[in-house]
Nanobody, 119 residues
Framework: QVQLLESGGGMVQPGSFTRLSCTAS????????MAWYRQAPGSQRELVAA???????NYADSVKGRFTISRNSPENTVFLQMNSLEASDTAVYYC?????????????WGQGIQVTVSS
């Protein structure tokens, strides 16, 4: 079983920045893709950014050029650097991790962390 511990976020002003972290712990075989999703009130959960074990990244169009996803693979940690924040970035952000187990991928979700962009 893998546990995900998220940190960062909180209330930030428009135009400012913050960083989210998520560390996987427990009995881990191999972490594959690590990602961040977000869900705003009244909206569906959406992919924000993802990074593979090879370091390939993928971003939602709405955050390209403002957010950067990175990972520290030996420590099973993923980061989301969020710059030039906008009110529309307000949401609960969820860490999502895929663990390779034999021939299938087991996925896990973090509990979510609130990011509120407001003056």
């Amino acid at each position: 079983q893998v546990q995900l511990l998220e940190s960062g976020g909180g209330m930030v002003q428009p135009g400012s920045f913050t960083r989210l972290s998520c560390t996987a712990s427990g009995k881990i075989s191999k972490i594959m893709t690590m990602a961040w999703y977000r869900q705003a009130p009244g909206s569906q959960r959406e992919l924000v950014a993802a990074i593979t074990s090879d370091g390939n990244t993928n971003y939602a169009d709405s955050v390209k050029g403002r957010f950067t996803i990175s990972r520290n693979s030996p420590e099973n940690t993923v980061f989301l650097q969020m710059n030039s924040l906008e009110a529309s970035d307000t949401a609960v952000y969820y860490c999502h991790v895929g663990e390779l187990r034999d021939v299938y991928i087991q996925t896990y979700w973090g509990q979510g962390i609130q990011v509120t962009v407001s003056s």
